[in-house]
């Protein structure tokens, strides 16, 4: 059948249809339409078959994305599904938010003159379809062990060490300061880019596989991290970095202006249908507001397309940089503007205006200068270039740093980086505790969920021969 493949020289690209934007603009369903069973097929058709395929190199799982697209083309799509999900424990996850431009697809040799397979699109597509054929099974393990672990953090990084280390037959109990299950999954990325309800499939499935969640467990408050190493026999800490970066300068304490996760969390909580009572005062809520966004990442971006749907007057983000050189996804940013963001590059706060609540930002024109030592262009002032931009509600959205460790779990022997995060060994996960391991943005600051999924899963293969390799020992000494 491999005449089959090899399609992209008359085959065009074409991605997932979009919902309008007069629609889209108007609730928070997903935009982008699943591929039909013809589409996938032609599409997946495309692959050339690379024979180092740049692709796999680039996708942070090593998906062996060749061989799925050529099941797909060829219509065996249960393996596909299980190609699919023998790397990724979350693959229609990724299909829908991961960067695929700075992944995978950017560097699919066909990218080059004839535009990218649509690899991202696909794999969303295999697992819908697994879940929807009763392809996904619950975890059974071969065997059962007498050992736990404890996870601390249901984000994507716990939830993949979680799957792995069921599978080989431990007792898993996740503990979660929320009441939901998804990290950021849940209450960072809004329904627009990842429906709840695909979240909430994963949790059953996990839940159905024997994995206990804890939650509303605050690690390090209301249940001590000590304790929770006595219940295990090796713990994991995902948990992820919350701790919002600040914009200093005149006025940045007025009212209306609120960090970028308190803003999403909000909105997304009452998408789940539950009671907000920042939303309900109008404090956390756009509608009939001129706002203004500031930053460039995928927070922002998120921010600047819930502002719309929730009704805003007018939205602007505002950024120091320009549209090459933002660290969020262009796909994003493209979808902000047509459902009507401004965008108002090379340019960043001086001061917010306003007596007690805030009328508007002082902002100033910003040029790019030298590259500094990682590639980054430096930015300056341009003097004598201020102006007023009128805003009602201002979102900070400048990025995450790690909370307060080792202090917060109240253990000063865990060391951390010169950033805050949580020291590792690079290649065992294992922190300066013996048994606790970490993963996910704890470890790697801000990051995204593909490589949250592959740390968890590299860290539950560590913690395995952790388990195994203390248990062998103490069999050795009875
Ligand atoms: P998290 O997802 O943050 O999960 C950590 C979990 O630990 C949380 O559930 C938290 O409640 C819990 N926790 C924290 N402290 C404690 C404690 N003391 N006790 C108990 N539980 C605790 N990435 C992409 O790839 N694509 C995107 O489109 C994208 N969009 C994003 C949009 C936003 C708004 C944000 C903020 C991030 C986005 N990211 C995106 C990044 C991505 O979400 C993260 O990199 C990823 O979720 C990190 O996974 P994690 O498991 O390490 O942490
Ligand atoms: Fe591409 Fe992400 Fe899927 Fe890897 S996991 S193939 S990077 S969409
Ligand atoms: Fe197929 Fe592109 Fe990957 Fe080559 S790089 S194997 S053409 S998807």
Redesign the pocket.
């Known amino acids: 059948m491999a005449e089959v493949m090899l399609q992209f020289t008359h085959l065009p690209q074409k991605t997932p249809e979009k919902r309008p934007v007069a629609t889209r603009r108007a609730d928070f369903e997903e935009i982008y339409k699943k591929f039909d069973a013809v589409a996938a097929r032609a599409q997946s058709s495309r692959c050339s078959q690379c024979g180092i395929p740049f692709c796999s190199v680039h996708c942070p799982l090593s998906n062996n994305i060749p061989d799925w697209l050529k099941l797909t083309a060829e219509g065996r799509l249960e393996e596909a599904y299980e190609i699919s999900a023998a790397t990724n424990t979350f693959p229609e996850i990724c299909g829908r938010?991961?960067?695929q431009d700075r992944l995978c697809e950017g560097n699919c040799v066909i990218e080059k003159g004839f535009e990218s397979v649509t690899i991202g699109a696909v794999e969303r597509y295999i697992t819908d379809t697994a879940f929807e054929q009763g392809w996904v099974k619950p975890i059974r393990p071969l065997r059962e062990l007498p050992h736990s672990v404890g996870i601390?953090?249901?984000?994507?990084?716990?939830l993949a060490a979680a799957e792995a280390l069921r599978s080989l037959g431990y007792k898993v109990t996740v503990?979660?300061?929320?009441d939901r299950v998804?990290?950021?999954?849940i209450y960072?990325?809004p329904g627009f880019?990842l429906e709840k309800e695909i979240v909430i499939r994963r949790r059953n499935w996990l839940e159905e596989g024997g994995i206990k969640f804890e939650l509303n467990?605050?690690?390090?408050?209301k249940l001590a991290f000590q304790d929770l190493r006595a219940r295990h026999d090796a713990v994991l800490v995902?948990?992820?970095?919350?701790k919002a970066r600040e914009i200093a300068g005149p006025g940045s304490g007025l009212k209306g202006i609120v960090p970028?996760?308190d803003y999403?969390i909000a909105s997304n909580r009452m998408g789940l249908g539950d009671k907000v009572p920042a939303f309900e005062s109008g404090l956390l809520d756009a509608q009939g507001k001129r706002v203004v966004v500031i930053g460039g990442g995928?927070?922002a971006m998120?921010c600047v397309r819930t502002a719309v749907r929730q009704g805003a007057k007018s939205v602007t983000c505002l950024y120091r940089r320009d549209r090459a050189n933002m660290p969020g996804?262009l796909r994003e940013v493209t979808n902000a503007e047509d459902e009507g963001v401004v965008f108002d590059w090379l340019a960043a706060p001086e001061a917010f205006l306003g007596d007690e609540t805030v009328t508007g930002v002082r902002a100033i024109r910003m040029h790019l200068g030298l590259p500094d030592a990682a590639g980054r262009l430096s930015v300056d002032p341009i003097a004598g270039t201020s102006y007023t931009v009128e805003a009602d509600l201002v979102i900070k959205a400048l990025g995450?740093d790690p909370?307060n460790m080792p202090m917060?779990?109240n253990v000063p022997e865990l060391t951390v980086t010169n950033w805050g995060t949580l020291k590792v060994h690079p290649k065992t996960f294992m922190t300066s505790l013996p048994g606790v391991f970490a993963?996910?943005?704890?470890v790697r600051g801000?990051?995204?969920?593909?490589?949250?999924i592959r740390d968890?899963r590299d860290a539950a293969a560590a913690m395995h021969e952790f388990v195994q390799v203390s248990a062998g020992m103490a069999q050795a000494a009875e």
């Open positions: 938010i991961c960067p601390v953090g249901a984000g994507p990084a716990g503990y979660d300061r929320h998804g990290g950021l999954l960072g990325i880019k467990a605050d690690v390090g408050g995902a948990t992820g970095v919350y970028a996760l999403l995928d927070t998120d996804s995450f909370e917060a779990f993963a996910g943005d704890i801000a990051s995204l969920v593909v490589w949250a968890g």
